[in-house]
């Protein structure tokens, strides 16, 4: 059972990227909320965009708001990301957990976005 994160690479400012997460051994179920998270230099880990199990609601890091959009299917979750800045530099991780078991929390190794100037 994990995550695995993709789409991540180098773009310039202004442009977009779509980050997926795959899961295998399990599906993104009602059960499971799911998150995006990134990790910059010198920063700590922090929620950059939420959606619940249903998918009816969606949360947004104040720095990404109506920039970036979550969304999910059965088998992956999506962030889109557009009108990208240096400061969305950042290792992006998926996390996936269950309501109904909440030691169900997994975690994918991450994937790397780079902005330039």
């Known amino acids: 059972v994990h995550l695995v994160e993709s789409g991540g690479g180098l773009v310039r400012s202004g442009g977009s990227l779509t980050l997926s997460c795959a899961a295998s051994?399990?599906?993104?179920?009602?059960?499971?909320?799911v998150s995006w998270y990134r990790q910059r230099p010198e920063h700590g880990r922090e929620l950059v965009a939420a959606i619940t199990g249903a998918g009816g609601t969606t949360n947004y890091a104040d720095s990404v708001t109506g920039r970036f959009t979550i969304s999910k299917d059965k088998n992956k979750a999506y962030l889109q990301m557009n009108s990208l800045n240096t400061e969305d530099t950042a290792m992006y991780y998926c996390n996936a957990i269950s309501y109904s078991h909440i030691e169900d929390d997994y975690w994918g190794q991450g994937t790397q976005v780079t902005v330039s100037s």
């Open positions: 051994g399990f599906t993104f179920s009602s059960d499971y909320a």
